[in-house]
């Protein structure tokens, strides 16, 4: 059975930074792609960040870009995503999530974590 | 950037009952349009992808149509686990993108 595991929100100020992490089981975790995905009552599902199974491209959402940064270690069935300059807007339930192909591009999510919260505020 | 509509907002049905959501794209995402379920506090639930190809463990009551910029999510008979929220996302072009979800309630 796949499970994925965030870890890392909480509370932060606005400008400051914040790592999550992900860890995997129950799956071949370096055959796939994987990304985030964050949740707001007021935007909905919004795609994130992915990466595809050994880092080789990743792709971020506009807003994200240059702000955070996705990774994985694939000796730890882990994801990250570093998060830096953080907003009020990035406050969302930050889910893992895993692709069903190697590349990240064109993706549905067919397992989900059960998310990690991030508050921005001062 | 592809806008999906999801319609209506809200459904209010019966135990019982068909079901039928509808997703409209903003332009053609071909066939790859996947459907998701979310239930209070827990994650989204993958139920179809590729517009009609079932999920694993999904039950036959969910099926899924259509191609282009129009879909269709039907479940032929409401089940009381059935009432949550429904999301569509595509997976055509970047970036990634969903619905704004459907949620269907117990008349």
């Known amino acids: 059975e796949v499970q994925l595991v965030e870890s890392g929100g909480g509370l932060v100020h606005p400008g400051r930074s914040l790592r999550l992490s992900c860890a995997a089981s129950g799956f071949t975790f370096d055959d796939y792609a994987m990304h985030w995905v964050r949740q707001t009552p007021g935007k909905g599902l919004e795609w994130v960040s992915g990466i595809d199974w050994n880092s080789g491209t990743k792709g971020y959402a506009e807003s994200m870009q240059g702000r955070f940064t996705i990774s994985r270690d694939n000796a730890k069935n882990s994801l990250y995503l570093q998060m830096n300059s953080l907003t009020l807007d990035d406050t969302a339930l930050y889910y893992c999530?895993?692709?069903?192909?190697?590349?990240?591009?064109?993706?549905?999510?067919?397992?989900w974590g059960q998310g990690t919260l991030v508050t921005v505020s001062s | 950037e592809i806008v999906l509509t999801q319609s209506p907002a809200t459904l209010s049905l019966s135990p019982g009952e068909r079901a039928t959501l509808s997703c409209r794209a903003s332009?053609?995402?071909?066939?790859?349009l996947a459907w998701y379920q979310q239930k209070p506090g827990q994650a989204p639930r993958l139920l179809i992808f590729d517009a009609s190809n079932r999920a694993t463990g999904i039950p036959a009551r969910f099926s899924g149509s259509g191609s282009g910029t129009d879909f269709t999510l039907t479940i032929s008979s409401l089940e009381p686990e059935d009432f949550a929220v429904y999301y569509c996302q595509q997976r055509n072009n970047w970036p990634l993108s969903f619905g704004g979800g459907t949620k269907v309630e117990i008349k």
């Open positions: 999530s895993k692709g069903p192909f190697r590349g990240w591009t064109h993706n549905y999510f067919d397992s």
């Open positions: 332009h053609s995402v071909s066939d790859y």
